[in-house]
Every structure is written in structure tokens, then in C-alpha cells.
């Protein structure tokens, strides 16, 4: 089973840009779906992005929609999340995400694999 480690995250001032990486090890990271949820404090963990195994479907949260964009590298067993023209309400840990054959799914029951997550602080 593949395993999942974010980089990444950090303070950015708002209209700043970051970007998020997920680096797979230990399995067919190409037949795995990639996806990133957000998890402020004291809210739920809320779905942010999928991208598809094979690259070619994603799915948007609307709020991001427009500013984030997702990508992955199999080349290079990586997932990305960019991440522009960030507002302070993006602030929150974002973990990356995997399910096998799974598709763009955006509930977070759905991944079996979780990373450990990366701290994202929008100061205003």
C-alpha cells in the first residue's frame, strides 16, 4: 500500500501562492487517485481537490475553484496541490490523500491512505 508525505506548507500573507506536495512511496502510485482535504481547527476535515489515477478527471470544492489547481507527476510519485491567490479562511492542516482505482471522489471515507499533513497559515 502506497504511503503519503506532505511538504510544503507554511505563512503566506493572502494573495500570496503555495505549493503543496505529496510524496508516494511503496506502492503503484499511477493507479492511485490523489486527493487533498483541509482541516481547520475545530471544523471537520473538508475535501479540497481529487485528481483521477490516470490524470485526466478532477474535481474542485467550489470554494477553491479558480485558485487551486491539482496535478500529479507519476514520474515522479508526487501529487501537487498550487495553490494561488490564497485567503486567510484557507488556513487549516491539508493532508493529501489516496484510493486505489478510486476515481474523483470527494468524501474523505472514501481514501484509505492518509499523509500526515502540512500546516497552511494565510495571515491577513
Known amino acids: 500500500q502506497v504511503q503519503l508525505l506532505e511538504s510544503g506548507g507554511g505563512l503566506v500573507q493572502a494573495g500570496g501562492s503555495l505549493r503543496l506536495s505529496c510524496a508516494a512511496s511503496?506502492?503503484?502510485?499511477?493507479?492511485?487517485?490523489v486527493a487533498w482535504f483541509r482541516q481547520a481547527p475545530g471544523k471537520e476535515r473538508n475535501f479540497v481537490a481529487v485528481?483521477?489515477?490516470?490524470?485526466?478527471?478532477?474535481l474542485y470544492e467550489d470554494s477553491v475553484k479558480g485558485r487551486f489547481t491539482i496535478s500529479r507527476d507519476n514520474a515522479k510519485t508526487t501529487g501537487y496541490l498550487q495553490m494561488n491567490s490564497l485567503k486567510p479562511e484557507d488556513t487549516a492542516v491539508y493532508y493529501c490523500?489516496?484510493?486505489?482505482?478510486?476515481?474523483?471522489?470527494?468524501?474523505?471515507?472514501?481514501?484509505?491512505?492518509w499523509g500526515q499533513g502540512t500546516q497552511v497559515t494565510v495571515s491577513s
Open positions: 490523500a489516496a484510493r486505489q482505482f478510486g476515481g474523483v471522489r470527494s468524501r474523505a471515507t472514501d481514501y484509505e491512505t
Open positions: 511503496g506502492g503503484s502510485f499511477n493507479s492511485y487517485s
Open positions: 485528481i483521477s489515477w490516470g490524470g485526466g478527471s478532477t
